[in-house]
């Protein structure tokens, strides 16, 4: 009978440092996932020059005989993933 109480003991033990660890790890990425930092306003920016069009609603400068209008947009969708990547590198956890 005292073995038996001895082995619940003991596997009680085992489950708390599971749900410990458990709880911790869940901290952890928590934190991880709700972390803000200042990298991500250039997803801001990306948004405002695309979403603001009186910015670019011309014709000129032409650019190979493409309006303005057209190859800025365009300009900015590769812009838009540099600045993706640069927030990707700058804000990723190193292991």
Partial sequence: MES??????????????????????????????????WWYLLFAVQFVVILWP????????????????YWFQLLWVIVSAVFTAVIYFATRDRP
């Fill in 54 to 69: 009186p910015l670019y609603n011309r014709a000129e400068p032409h650019l190979l005989g493409i309006p303005f209008f």
């Fill in 4 to 37: 038996e109480t001895a082995k619940r003991e003991a596997g009680n033990r085992e489950a708390g440092k599971r749900e410990a660890g458990k709880r911790e790890a869940g901290k952890r990425e928590a934190g991880k996932r709700g972390a803000w930092s």
